[in-house]
């Protein structure tokens, strides 16, 4: 059984960079994609990006500029950093697994983001 969970700090204040990590159990993370979304409050979900199992990645075009994804393949975990965070960042950030061509069948439960000064 693969499993996911997500961890980093609760509160980020503006213009900081966010940084969360996915550690994943039961599996490794030099196979298939591992990806990063986030659900702001009354929002739907949003895919942020992807590391692959060779260690490339994808991003999404609106957050492409502000967002690095890595991979501590010796720890089997991969971490999203959003730099310059307003506000708006503020969302529960998850990771997730993509078995193939976006289907995503193993999901951390989610960590709460708060962007405050």
């Known amino acids: 059984q693969v499993q996911l969970q997500e961890s980093g700090p609760g509160l980020v204040k503006p213009s900081q960079t966010l940084s969360l990590t996915c550690t994943v159990s039961?599996?490794?993370?030099?196979?298939?994609?591992w990806n990063w979304f986030r659900q702001p409050p009354g929002k739907g979900l949003e895919w942020m990006g992807a590391i692959g199992n060779s260690g490339d990645t994808a991003y999404s075009s609106s957050l492409k500029s502000r967002t690095s994804i890595s991979r501590d393949t010796s720890k089997n975990q991969f971490t999203l950093q959003l730099n310059s965070v307003t506000p708006e960042d503020t969302a529960v950030y998850y990771c997730?697994?993509?078995?193939?061509?976006?289907?995503?069948?193993?999901w951390g439960q989610g960590t709460q983001v708060i962007v405050s000064s």
């Open positions: 039961g599996g490794s993370i030099t196979a298939y994609y």
């Open positions: 997730a697994r993509d078995r193939s061509y976006r289907t995503y069948d193993y």
